[in-house]
């Protein structure tokens, strides 16, 4: 049967077949979603694609620009798609509207990925989360979606990241950035683009590192970060070991990974190292 599924999928259009990708991966998210979440909370950068809930659960949602917005930036894909409208526009690694141990639940699907410094992003999701909240990630897994080819982010680089933020380490940190910029242009576009049928371009050194100067100028959202399932899970358990959370749950999806973290009572600050 699941020959003749994948058969059947083989032969829709491009356009289609993300139709019927959108709906699995929504119905898989929604039994992690139902089991997890209650009362009230936030969802970052849902556009297109929220989080599925139960029945009563309020979700107030956060992206840093408007619908219409999203359109002009990410063109036809996303205009032909209903989005959610933000209840805040504004940064959602930062949230500066959203005051401490508020929230019942923070939800960030394919977002941590985008933050250069994703420990930093944690914290500010912790912060605002009441004792006994949930944090409800969801990062794609690298090797099954367009970064295929890049480097695995360790543990070790994302903590050295936040210390270089921490110790106002600019020039060092904006250097690794320039490295990530160019594995995206290097490695991750041309995947997309021959996913969509496309013939990537083929790009000198100097125009590699012309395009990656100009995306790091720009400010350009990319995939900064790569997981795999054992580096999320390192990760979230490092949080959990700084904070004093604990990982209620960490699902393989095949191309992506839920993780869900308690933020128990009483709450301990996410901040520092163990030791």
Known sequence: MQTVRRAIYNLLPIGARRGVTDWWVSRRRARYSQRHLSGEGLEIGAMHFPLPVRPGVKVRYVDYASPEENVQRFGEEVRRREQVRPDYIEDGFELPSISAETQDFLIASHVLEHSPNPIKALETWWRVLRPGGVLFLVVPIFDRCFDRGRKLTSLE??????????????????????DHYREWISISNPNAARASGETPE????????????????????????????????????????????RLLELADLRGEVIGVLLKQDPPHPLRGSPG
């Not at 900064?224 to 904070?243: P, R």
């Open 157 to 178: 680089h994302m903590i050295d990241d936040r210390r270089l933020c921490e110790e106002g380490m600019t020039e060092e940190f904006e250097r690794r950035n320039l």
């Open 202 to 245: 083929v790009l000198s050194t100097e125009e590699l590192t012309a395009q990656a100067l100009a995306a790091a100028r720009a400010g350009d959202e990319i995939h900064f970060h790569t997981f795999s399932v054992q580096s999320f899970s390192e990760l979230l358990q490092y949080v959990a070991s700084l904070a004093g959370g």
